[in-house]
């Protein structure tokens, strides 16, 4: 049976990575981008990477970041995938030589397969909901029925997810994998260990 990938986005506490862990992660995300409520520094990122172990993958989160930060994330924090949320195009995305992600806010109207055939080189999308103001984490969903019924990349389906509505998530969408942050926390950047062991659990019980 095909299992769905999970991803617990925007950890900033090294207790949040280990509850992610054990129960079950296959990435956690690290957001480096200074205008979020959920920013880590270098410091505290390899804190919270090393936590996780070898078969997590530790992802770096960034929005139209100056190539040089991205570098140094990638040393100080030994990112094993990249994650680029802002304007970025795929020959920026492409010159760091780690596997990257293009993350795809739904805007009204975009033609979503004539984006992702201009990111050749990413090894998979994370589609999310779009906001005027905000480039992620809004916590908002978007209408799951605009996605093509398939689709020939891995899709990661985020946006307003939680413990109540990835079941189905899963079962409408069928992704590669989920994506979840405001839905799993009690504040912003505070997560909630409950609320991971149910998202994680209810990612696969259909
Ligand atoms: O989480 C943030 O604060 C953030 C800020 C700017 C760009 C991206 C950000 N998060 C990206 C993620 O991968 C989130 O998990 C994704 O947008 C879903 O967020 P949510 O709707 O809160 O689950």
């Known amino acids: 049976m095909k299992r769905t990938r999970v991803k617990i986005c925007g950890i900033t506490r090294h207790e949040d990575a280990i509850v992610a ?57 030994d990112l094993q995938l990249l994650q680029f949320h802002g304007d970025e195009d795929d020959a920026y ?8 992600i293009k993350a795809i806010r739904m805007a009204p109207g975009i033609d979503l397969p004539a984006i992702v055939a201009s ?6 999308f994370l589609v999310d909901a779009w906001h005027k103001d905000k480039y992620g984490g809004t916590g908002e969903r978007f209408e799951w029925q605009r996605l093509p019924k398939t689709v020939h990349f891995p899709l990661i389906l985020a946006g307003g997810l939680g413990p109540e509505n990835v079941a189905d998530a899963v079962a409408q969408v069928n992704p590669y994998g ?5 839905g799993v926390e009690d504040a912003p950047g505070v997560k909630s260990s409950q609320r991971i062991q149910q998202f994680i659990a209810r990612a696969n019980a259909g």
């Open 21 to 77: 862990a054990e129960a079950g992660a296959d990435a956690i995300g690290l957001v480096f981008y200074s205008k979020s409520p959920r920013f880590v520094d270098y410091t505290r990122a390899a804190l919270i990477a090393s936590a996780v172990g070898p078969f997590v993958t530790t992802v770096g989160l960034f929005v139209n970041a100056a190539a040089e930060e991205v570098d140094r994330a990638i040393r100080a924090v």
């Open 93 to 100: 995305c492409r010159q760091f030589g780690r596997p990257y």
């Open 119 to 124: 990111f050749p080189g990413a090894c998979g």
């Open 178 to 182: 989920v994506d979840v942050s405001g």
